[in-house]
Nanobody, 115 residues
Framework: QVQLVESGGGLVQAGGSLRLSCAAS????????MGWYRQSPGKQRELVAV???????NHANSVKGRFTISRDNAKNTVYLQMNSLKPEDTAVYYC?????????WGQGTQVTVSS
């Protein structure tokens, strides 16, 4: 099994910044990618950003230029730097680890952006 522990969520005013972290532990092997998704009430979970083990990244159009994903492969940790936050960024943010045949999710961390 793989465990994902997220941290860094909280309450911030519009225009502010937060940095999310997600550390993976357990039976980790052959990671394809690590990334972040988010879900707000009444909406489906959506991709925010993902970073492959080969180094490629993909950011949702809604966060491009504001959010940046990064990884520390040695620590099996993925980060999400979120700048210029908007109220519409309010959601529960989930870390994801893709090992091909298995995908794992963190417990989620709440990000609330006040206007």
């Amino acid at each position: 099994q793989v465990q994902l522990v997220e941290s860094g969520g909280g309450l911030v005013q519009a225009g502010g910044s937060l940095r999310l972290s997600c550390a993976a532990s357990g039976r980790i092997s052959n990671i394809n990618s690590m990334g972040w998704y988010r879900q707000s009430p009444g909406k489906q979970r959506e991709l925010v950003a993902v970073k492959s083990s080969g180094g490629g990244t993909n950011h949702a159009n809604s966060v491009k230029g504001r959010f940046t994903i990064s990884r520390d492969n040695a620590k099996n940790t993925v980060y999400l730097q979120m700048n210029s936050l908007k109220p519409e960024d309010t959601a529960v943010y989930y870390c994801n680890l893709d090992q091909g045949i298995s995908r794992y999710w963190g417990q989620g961390t709440q990000v609330t952006v006040s206007s």
